[in-house]
C-alpha cells in the first residue's frame, strides 16, 4: 500500500481506491498530578503554540490549497484558542489534581455527544471539528 500525504483540508484527486481507516480518539489515562497549576501552565503553553501552528498551517494552506482549506485550518486555531471550551477541563485539573490530557479528552467527549445528538447535519458535522483539534 502506498502512503499518500497531503494537507489536512485540501482538495485532491485520486487514481485508485481509496482506503479508509478508522480512527479512535486517544483515551488517556487519569493520572494524578503533583502541582496542578504547574499542570494547567504547562497545558496553556502547549494549547497556545498549538493555536499557533494551526493558524500558520491555515496560511500555507491559502497559498497551496485554496481558500476553504485555509478557513478549515482557522477554524481549528479558533477552537484550541478559546478558552471557554478549556475552562471545565482546567478547573477539573485543578480541583482533582488530574492530568490536563485526560481532563481535555472528557470534555471532548461531552462536547462531541451534544453535536452528535442534534438534528441539523452542519452542527452534527461540528463533533469532527471538536474531536480533530482536541486529538
Not at 89 to 112: F, H, I, S, T, Y
Request: net charge positive.
Amino acid at each position: 500500500m502506498k502512503e499518500i500525504r497531503g494537507l489536512p483540508g485540501a482538495k485532491g484527486r485520486a487514481l485508485h481506491k481509496a482506503v479508509v481507516l478508522t480512527r479512535r480518539s486517544p483515551r488517556p489515562e487519569r493520572r494524578p498530578v503533583a502541582d496542578p497549576e504547574t499542570e494547567v501552565a504547562r497545558f496553556e503553553t502547549l494549547r497556545a503554540a498549538y493555536a499557533g501552528e494551526l493558524r500558520e498551517l491555515g496560511e500555507k494552506a491559502l497559498a497551496s490549497a485554496g481558500q476553504e482549506a485555509s478557513d478549515i485550518m482557522k477554524a481549528y486555531a479558533d477552537i484550541a484558542g478559546d478558552g471557554l471550551f478549556f475552562k471545565k477541563p482546567l478547573k477539573l485539573v485543578r480541583e482533582e489534581a488530574v492530568d490536563a490530557g485526560w481532563a481535555v479528552a472528557q470534555e471532548r467527549d461531552r462536547v462531541c455527544r451534544k453535536f452528535a445528538a442534534m438534528e441539523d447535519p452542519y452542527m452534527k458535522a461540528r463533533a469532527d471539528d471538536v474531536r480533530n483539534v482536541c486529538d
